[in-house]
């Protein structure tokens, strides 16, 4: 089982900068894939970006270039380093690690970009 807490969000303005943290329960190495999701209100959750234990990455067309997903083992913990946000980038985002053959999601931490 994998507990995961997220934290970092906040209000920010157009062209600012935040870092989510998502802090897992066991060795981040052990789990297979790790990700960033958000759902915005009123859309369906979608994929942001994902590191898989081997380090590769892989990121929505729509955050290329301004997010950065990273990892710190020494701490568990998987960032995500968002800049020149946009409005279009409010939404809940939700920490996801793929732990075979289960699903374990974080709380979800709340990102609001103003215009």
């Known amino acids: 089982q994998v507990q995961l807490v997220e934290s970092g969000g906040g209000l920010v303005q157009a062209g600012g900068s935040l870092r989510l943290s998502c802090a897992a329960s066991r060795n981040i190495f052990s789990i297979n894939f790790m990700g960033w999701y958000r759902q915005a209100p009123g859309k369906q959750r979608e994929l942001v970006a994902t590191?898989?234990?081997?380090?590769?990455?892989n990121y929505a067309d729509s955050v290329k270039g301004r997010f950065t997903i990273s990892r710190d083992h020494t701490k568990n913990t998987v960032y995500l380093q968002m800049n020149s946000l946009k409005p279009e980038d409010t939404a809940v985002y939700y920490c996801?690690?793929?732990?075979?053959?289960?699903?374990?999601w974080g709380q979800g931490t709340q990102v609001t970009v103003s215009s």
């Open positions: 590191i898989t234990s081997g380090g590769t990455t």
């Open positions: 996801k690690g793929t732990y075979f053959p289960y699903d374990y």
